[in-house]
């Protein structure tokens, strides 16, 4: 069983910076594309930015150049730096790990959730 943990939400100013990590854990051989999902209140769970197993990212245009995403593949592990943060970034933030491969079941991907951390922009 995968599980994914993320760390490193919380309240900052306008501004300000924020890096959000998300270990993944349980067995893991590959992750094909690592993801950060938010979901702001009352809208819905939009793409933030994502990352291949090889380094190619994307990112929203909302993020792009103030949000910078990257991962260490040896430590399963995705990293969010968010600076210049506005209030409009406030929203619960969410890890997902694309096309996991497993060694406890090798012939099929999994597609797996961290639990959200909140990010709260004060203005």
């Known amino acids: 069983q995968v599980r994914l943990v993320e760390s490193g939400g919380g309240l900052v100013q306008a501004g300000g910076s924020l890096r959000l990590s998300c270990a993944a854990s349980?067995?893991?051989?590959?992750?094909?594309?690592m993801n950060w999902y938010r979901q702001a209140p009352g809208k819905q769970r939009e793409l933030v930015a994502n990352?291949?197993?090889?380094?190619?990212?994307n990112y929203a245009d909302s993020v792009k150049g103030r949000f910078t995403i990257s991962r260490d593949n040896a430590k399963n592990t995705v990293y969010l730096q968010m600076n210049s943060l506005k209030p409009e970034d406030t929203a619960v933030y969410y890890c997902?790990?694309?096309?996991?491969?497993?060694?406890?079941?090798?012939?099929?991907?999994?597609?797996?959730w961290g639990q959200g951390d909140q990010v709260t922009v004060s203005s």
């Open positions: 990352i291949t197993r090889g380094g190619s990212t």
């Open positions: 997902n790990a694309y096309k996991v491969k497993t060694s406890t079941n090798p012939m099929r991907y999994s597609d797996d």
């Open positions: 349980g067995s893991i051989v590959s992750i094909n594309v």
